[in-house]
């Protein structure tokens, strides 16, 4: 089945800086990658996701790329800021529609 | 974007006793919910998946008679945790997806402490 692979597990940045985190997926056949920020005892929240026919999508601060072939997908986030330090998962969904996670990053800004 | 509300957002219960949390999509109709449980400072874990209508499909080592899940309407789905131990204590959150989209949404989560 579908393994998600998640990382760093602990990204430190400084405030300002862009901040990347990467996941690599098993299954040729998953089509759909979300990513979620969670902060602390709350649930996750949708930030982007992607679809397996487009390479790379942006929403004004947040970009995700995908590379099919090499079966990785990342998260960009430019010009950090306090508010964006949290836990973020990815995700792909699998040939039987269901959501397998990585393990999570938690990404520290740095005043 | 679609809103999904969990009740009761933390709950202390008594060992022995059963408490109930809810999932509710307030804007969409939810063919599927899923349940998962997180402890600290690790991932999501998919206890079930729920579909209106029908018994849940659990995951392995996911004890059905312990965690019963009910999926009455296109809107509500409850976790029954049965009597509940310390060792359950944990994060429980619900998600849900319209139809066969893609795009799932979270509740903010239910913090049970059983003492």
């Known amino acids: 089945g579908e393994n998600v692979e998640q990382h760093p597990s602990t990204l430190s940045v400084q405030e300002g800086d862009s901040a990347v985190i990467k996941c690599t997926y098993s299954d040729s056949a998953s089509n759909y990658f979300p990513w979620y920020k969670q902060e602390l005892g709350k649930g996750p929240q949708l930030i982007i996701d992607?679809?397996?026919n487009v390479g790379e999508k942006k929403d004004q601060r947040i970009a995700v790329t995908l590379n099919k072939t090499a079966k990785h997908f990342s998260l960009h986030i430019t010009e950090t800021q306090p508010e964006d330090s949290a836990v973020y998962f990815c995700?792909?969904?699998?040939?039987?529609?269901?959501?397998?996670w990585g393990a999570g990053t938690k990404l520290i800004i740095k005043p | 974007g679609a809103v999904v509300s969990q009740h009761p957002s933390w709950v202390i219960c008594k060992s022995g006793t059963s408490v109930k949390i809810e999932c509710r999509s307030l804007?969409?109709?939810?063919?599927?919910m899923f349940w998962y449980r997180q402890f600290p400072k690790q991932s999501l874990m998919l206890m079930a998946t729920?579909?209106?209508?029908?018994?849940?499909?659990?995951e392995q080592g996911v004890e059905k008679d312990k965690f019963l899940i009910n999926h009455a309407s296109l809107t509500l789905s409850t976790l029954t945790v049965t009597s509940a131990h310390p060792e359950d204590s944990s994060f429980y959150i619900c998600?849900?997806?319209?139809?066969?989209?893609?795009?799932?949404?979270f509740g903010e989560g239910s913090w049970l402490t059983v003492v």
């Open positions: 998600s849900a997806r319209a139809g066969t989209g893609n795009t799932i949404y």
């Open positions: 992607i679809r397996s």
């Open positions: 804007d969409f109709q939810a063919t599927t």
């Open positions: 729920s579909n209106e209508g029908s018994k849940a499909t659990y």
């Open positions: 995700a792909a969904k699998d040939s039987n529609y269901q959501l397998i």
